[in-house]
C-alpha cells in the first residue's frame, strides 16, 4: 500500500476558499478508480507554519500513483484549480 499525502497553502486563507479546495480534493472519489482511501481535512491550529488543506490517500501500488498522477479528472481538472487556489504545494510519499 502507497500512502500520498499533499498539503496546500492557500493564495487566501479564508474558510470559503478552503472549503473549496476540500471540495474540489473530494469529488475524486468515484472519479479516480486507482484510488483506495481519501481523507481531505483542513487546518485547525492556524499558526505561522500551517497548511491549510491536507490529503491523504492511499494506493496499491506505486503503479497506481503514477496512474493518478496523469488520470485525467485529477491532472485536467483537479491539479489547475489546486495551481490557481494555492501559494504552495508540497507532498509525501510513502509505503506502508
Given amino acids: 500500500m502507497i500512502v500520498h499525502i499533499v498539503l496546500f497553502k492557500l493564495n487566501e486563507a479564508t474558510a ?18 486507482m484510488l483506495r482511501h481519501l481523507e481531505i481535512g483542513t487546518d485547525i491550529i492556524r499558526s505561522e507554519r500551517s497548511y491549510d488543506v491536507a490529503l491523504y490517500s492511499k494506493f496499491d501500488s506505486i503503479e ?8 485525467p479528472y485529477h491532472a485536467d481538472t483537479v491539479v489547475p484549480f489546486m495551481k490557481a487556489n494555492c501559494s504552495a504545494i508540497v507532498a509525501a510519499d510513502y509505503e506502508l
Fill in 16 to 33: 470559503e476558499n478552503a472549503d473549496a479546495v476540500k471540495n474540489m480534493l473530494l469529488s475524486m472519489d468515484g472519479k479516480v478508480p
Fill in 64 to 71: 497506481d500513483l503514477k496512474a493518478y498522477q496523469i488520470y
